[in-house]
Nanobody, 123 residues
């Protein structure tokens, strides 16, 4: 399977913004719900944003809700994560993946991971 390619990470100060991008296989991208995940240093990977195949439904955990926003462009097979008002606890490697979708609920990722993109938030 084709690995996703994440980009857009960087070193920022608290309160600043970043926009991450993820490029996937054009052949299958539009068929799947997509998700953003992150893995902070020394911790497990966590789900931070989900978006349905047609952008008609999104989901965010309380830790990032109203700060993070995911969009997608199916014509380009690209996924985006706009991150605002970044906090030190947002420091992590960020990944994208297709995720299972059933009756309006985001499920487990399919598990084809790229290298991720590093986000560091520090004063």
């Amino acid at each position: 399977q084709v690995q996703p390619i994440e980009s857009g990470g960087g070193l920022v100060q608290p309160g600043e913004s970043l926009k991450l991008s993820c490029v996937m296989s054009e052949r299958t991208f539009s068929k799947y719900a997509m998700g953003w995940f992150r893995q902070p240093p020394g911790k497990d990977r966590e789900f931070v944003a989900g978006i349905a195949w047609n952008s008609g439904h999104t989901w965010y955990p309380p830790s990032v809700k109203d700060r993070f926003f995911s969009t997608r462009d199916n014509s380009k097979a690209e996924l985006y994560l706009e991150m605002n008002n970044l906090k030190p606890e947002d420091t992590a490697v960020y990944y994208c993946s297709a995720v299972r979708w059933n009756d309006g609920i985001f499920g487990e990722p399919f598990g084809v991971w790229g290298r991720g993109t590093q986000v560091i938030v520090t004063p």
